[in-house]
């Protein structure tokens, strides 16, 4: 079955700038929605960006116009571009693939430290 694994994590200062990767290790075709989510201690796990496979995009309104979600390859599907980042954003941040048939598969996650 296909896994995900997040890479791109680490600490930055406020207003520093990551980028998130998501890879497959199988094969995602582009009919899968696929989506970022994070996860701060104490909180629910919260959508950040979602792409459908024609390409339509949604972003939490907290990170809209600082983060872009991107379409790659099937073996690289989707990766999250995050700027000016703020210590809100701290939290761990997972790859999400939507099933046809219903149900989810995530990765791991890749912790984001945003502090001075």
């Known amino acids: 079955q296909v896994q995900l694994v997040e890479f791109g994590g680490g600490s930055v200062q406020p207003g520093g700038s990551l980028r998130l990767s998501c890879v497959a290790n199988g094969t995602i075709f582009r009919f899968n929605a696929m989506g970022w989510y994070r996860q701060a201690p104490g909180k629910k796990r919260e959508m950040v960006a979602l792409i459908s496979p024609t390409g339509t995009t949604t972003y939490a309104n907290s990170v809209r116009d600082r983060f872009t979600i991107l379409r790659g390859s099937a073996e690289n599907p989707v990766s999250l571009q995050m700027n000016s980042l703020k210590p809100d954003d701290t939290a761990v941040y997972y790859c999400?693939?939507?099933?046809?048939?219903?149900?989810?598969?995530w990765g791991q996650g890749t912790q984001v430290t945003v502090s001075s």
């Open positions: 999400n693939l939507e099933l046809i048939t219903g149900g989810n598969i």
